[in-house]
């Protein structure tokens, strides 16, 4: 995705048609039809109106959202084997679970 799609995404989040967006910003509906084909670039003074317009920094508008990973969700832990032994142990002497397998 490029700016264009960014900025017709934000766009189309924020609930405005071009023709809106154009006249909130103070530029023709074709301005804003050009930045979303990537015809045309935001410049440094419309930049932050369109910002502004659409409640997205600058960054997001030009870059897309960010993606945050969560790296705790990315950690492999290493379980020792007797350990794993004892919850096996555990999980197939449990009542709860006993009643479960029983009822395959």
């Known amino acids: 995705m490029g700016?264009?799609?960014y900025i017709r995404q934000s766009r189309k989040e924020a609930g405005y048609t071009q023709k809106e967006l154009a006249a909130i910003i103070g530029v023709?509906?074709?301005y804003i039809s050009a930045l979303e084909r990537g015809v045309r670039r935001p410049g440094r003074k419309l930049?932050?109106?369109?910002c502004d317009?659409?409640?997205v920094d600058e960054l997001t508008l030009l870059y897309g959202p960010r993606v945050v990973h969560n790296r705790?969700?990315?950690v492999n832990f290493l379980i020792p084997l007797k350990s794993c032994r004892l919850l096996e142990k555990t999980v197939r002497t449990a009542p709860e679970f006993k009643q479960a397998a029983d009822g395959l």
Do not use: I, V
């Open 72 to 74: 705790r969700s990315e």
């Open 28 to 30: 023709k509906a074709t």
């Open 47 to 50: 930049l932050p109106l369109l």
């Open 53 to 55: 317009a659409l409640a």
């Open 3 to 5: 700016t264009g799609d």
